[in-house]
């Protein structure tokens, strides 16, 4: 129990810091990405979902430059956008995409462990 509410509170405060990143800067993380036809999809595809929108773009541009290959072969972004983002703005983007994984994950297994224990 104790270690489920551990996780949980992890996987709340990397929610909140990416919604909060997205509500302060997710404008100019785009119109530094104006190339990459991903971003520029999602953001009509998204613009009108408010908030939650936002937050969405912004986990499309953490998934993207946390694998900036695959979206590269596939031309749906651009190596130049990629390059001028400024290094601490990736840094804490993929630093609280990686946590928000590494949270996820960590629920997932962890209620698969409870289960497995608790049925044996």
């Given at each position: 129990?104790?270690v ?61 430059l ?55």
């Amino acid at each position: 129990m104790a270690v489920s509410l551990i996780i949980l509170t992890s996987l709340l405060i990397s929610i909140t810091a990416l919604t909060y990143i997205a509500y302060r800067q997710i404008e100019t993380l785009e119109s530094q990405l104006k190339n990459c036809r991903l971003v520029q999809g999602n953001r009509s595809l998204y613009a009108c979902a408010g908030m939650l929108g936002k937050t969405m773009r912004l986990c499309m541009i953490a998934g993207m430059l946390s694998t900036p290959n695959f979206y590269l072969r596939r031309n749906l972004a651009d190596a130049n956008d990629i390059r001028n983002i400024p290094k601490t703005t990736k840094r804490v983007i993929l630093f609280f995409w990686y946590y928000l994984i590494l949270s996820c994950s960590s629920l997932a297994i962890s209620q698969g462990l409870t289960s497995y224990i608790d049925s044996h």
